[in-house]
Nanobody
Framework: QVQLVESGGGLVQAGGSLRLSCAAS????????MGWFRQCPGKEREFVAA????????YYSDSVKGRFTVSRDNAKNTVYLKMNSLKPEDTAVYYC??????????????????WGQGTQVTVSS
């Protein structure tokens, strides 16, 4: 199992930026793909971005492509989500997650077995 702790959420005006961090511990972080999801009250958890174990491949939802950037620092056991040009519709609780399988990655919640507690991002108009 891996333990994940997100940080960096907060309140920002539309057009602003935030960088979320997710610190991992408990297993070999560098061997697993990582993902970011978000969830609004009453809605299903939505894929935002993912990155392969090496960082060589990244994936984004259409709604954030061109505005968000996912990256990782395996030496620090940390994955990041840089969010630019934020919109009110980006408001959600953001979760990081670790892939179920070694060297795996995906875009569905079922592809990920360990989740952080979430961090709130609120974008005001």
């Amino acid at each position: 199992q891996v333990q994940l702790v997100e940080s960096g959420g907060g309140l920002v005006q539309a057009g602003g930026s935030l960088r979320l961090s997710c610190a991992a511990s408990g297993r070999t972080f560098s061997s697993y793909g990582m993902g970011w999801f978000r969830q609004c009250p009453g809605k299903e958890r939505e894929f935002v971005a993912a990155i392969s174990w090496s960082g060589g491949r990244t994936y984004y939802s259409d709604s954030v492509k061109g505005r968000f950037t996912v990256s990782r620092d395996n030496a620090k056991n940390t994955v990041y989500l840089k969010m630019n040009s934020l919109k009110p519709e980006d408001t959600a609780v953001y979760y990081c997650a670790a892939a179920n399988t070694i060297y795996g990655v995906g875009s569905n919640p079922g592809d990920f077995g360990s989740w952080g507690q979430g961090t709130q991002v609120t974008v005001s108009s």
